[in-house]
């Protein structure tokens, strides 16, 4: 229920923002909208807010929406409502109001991505475990507990900002450099050849074949330390790694919250490692009564955590670059599905859709509108396409228009629609395929 309820919310969000691009638009150009739909087939909920006004419909099936203008398919128009009508506007009103559809889905995206960047999008430090032998990362000389923090120069904070930009240079190919920080923090950079993966790995776990997977367990490296705790009134601090506790090794921050953990109210020594140089501090854990026992606590957490966050401006700036990746990482995978170098096993459909929806969803809302953000502008994207019958097709069409002088003849526009069709068709099937697969395959 969940992931249908997700699903469902998400396309009524990404279809009444494009539909809503394309209403908004007709009416800045004067041109009539006869009725604005949410779905297709039998509407069930139709209000018309005032005589002869816009027929604003909720439709039994919600894949997808439309808005019906005065004159958009060259029905025949009186004289008194020709200057209402879309097919008598100029070629820069049509092309301006069939832009504005998919124009909506990417300014949906930028100010989801503007807003996740002011409020703080939480992640998980990219931490690696030890890689296994013959891989990618192997052979690159990376360490258990090294710390991506850059990709090729660009940061790379967190999981999914590394999955996001190694995805995007496994489909250029080549080699990325790697900037590392070790448990002690100590930074270098290594190369990572990308040859053992192509573009048919990227629906699959293409990190765990390069070598790269998250540390089973983390180090005792700390994080936060919190004001006027028993960690901070004892002088640790930010980044200080934790090598013992009364003298016993600590091997991971599992063991250390161990010691801590059973040692309530009882002054601990410990020997921790700051910028190269190791301390020995004193800690009294703070008793706290926890499921009617007792255990210590000092005031930490550790720093695989992270949260990305920016100023309004810089958040804003973010977002740009965010969509416009997004965009160019969307028509490239495309572009090498047409010429073959990529696998069509990466063509996603709604069945996948709905269940990232609920996976999403069930994580929590800030997951759930990244992958609404994802999915507009790739919704974006597709419309865009010079497809006849998609919203890119009626751009072409204006295009052509343009160059010659005068609008495309109704025998090409038959012909187009019917390639048009043919290819959404054959997408779809593809898409849907895959879907079924995934789900069902072995």
Same mark, same amino acid.
């Given at each position: 229920? +969940?992931?249908?309820?997700? *699903? ?31 779905? *297709? ?24 929406? /439309?808005?019906? @203008?005065?004159? =958009?398919?060259?029905? #025949? ?9 879309? &097919? ?7 092309? /301006? ?6 124009? !909506? ?11 996740? /960047? ?18 990618? !990362? ?17 940061? !790379? ?18 080699? $990325?450099?790697?900037?590392?920080? &070790? ?6 950079? %290594? ?33 936060? $330390? ?32 161990? =010691? ?18 190791? +301390? ?7 008793? =706290? ?24 401006? #810089? ?6 670059? %965010? ?79 343009? $160059? ?23 997408? @779809? ?10 789900? /069902?395959?072995?």
């Amino acid at each position: 229920m +969940l992931t249908l309820a997700a *699903f469902l919310l998400a396309l009524v969000v990404l279809i009444v923002f494009h539909e809503y691009g394309h209403y908004l638009a007709a009416r800045l150009c004067g041109v009539k909208v006869l009725r604005f739909s949410v779905g *297709f087939g039998k509407p069930l909920l139709l209000k018309q807010f005032t005589p002869g006004g816009t027929e604003w419909v909720l439709a039994s099936v919600p894949l997808g929406g /439309f808005v019906k @203008m005065l004159g =958009e398919q060259d029905d #025949q128009v009186s004289s008194a409502d020709a200057p209402y009508a879309f &097919n008598r506007q100029s070629l820069a009103k049509r092309f /301006f109001i069939v832009a504005a559809g998919p124009v !909506a889905n990417f300014l949906l995206a930028i100010l989801l991505y503007w807003g996740l /960047f002011v409020s703080g999008m939480p992640g998980q430090r990219a931490v690696l475990e030890l890689p296994v032998a013959g891989t990618a !990362a192997a052979r690159a000389g990376i360490e258990r507990w090294d710390t991506i923090d850059q990709i090729d120069g660009e940061p !790379a904070a967190t999981w999914e900002e590394v999955n996001w930009r190694l995805a995007q240079k496994i489909v250029e190919g080549g080699a $990325v450099e790697l900037t590392l920080r &070790n448990v002690q923090d100590q930074t270098r950079v %290594k190369r990572l050849n990308l040859d053992d993966v192509t573009g048919d790995d990227l629906d699959r776990d293409f990190l765990a074949k390069l070598g790269l997977a998250p540390a089973k367990h983390l180090p005792a490296r700390l994080g936060k $330390v919190l004001p006027e705790s028993p960690a901070a009134q004892a002088g640790l601090q930010s980044g200080d790694v934790v090598r013992a506790v009364d003298g016993k090794p600590i091997v991971d921050w599992n063991g250390f919250t161990e =010691e801590i953990r059973s040692k309530p109210g009882k002054r601990v020594r410990l020997e921790v490692m700051r910028e190269g140089r190791t +301390l020995a501090l004193e800690v009294t854990p703070k008793r =706290e009564q926890i499921a009617k026992k007792e255990i210590g606590r000092i005031g930490v957490a550790t720093d695989v955590l992270v949260t990305v966050q920016y100023p309004l401006g #810089q958040a804003l700036s973010h977002a740009l670059v %965010k969509c416009w990746d997004t965009s160019v990482f969307s028509l490239k995978m495309l572009g090498r599905m047409i010429t073959g170098e990529v696998s069509w096993r990466n063509l996603s459909g709604p069945l996948t859709i709905a269940q990232v929806a609920g996976e999403t969803a069930q994580i929590g809302w800030l997951p759930y509108l990244i992958f609404i953000a994802l999915v507009s502008v790739s919704l974006g994207v597709i419309n865009l396409l010079p497809v006849p019958i998609l919203d890119g097709g009626h751009l072409m069409y204006y295009i052509v228009e343009f $160059v010659k002088g005068s609008p495309v003849s109704n025998q090409a526009m038959d012909i187009g629609q019917r390639v048009g069709i043919a290819v959404l068709v054959l997408l @779809m099937s593809v898409a849907l395929y895959n879907d079924i697969v995934r789900q /069902f395959g072995p």
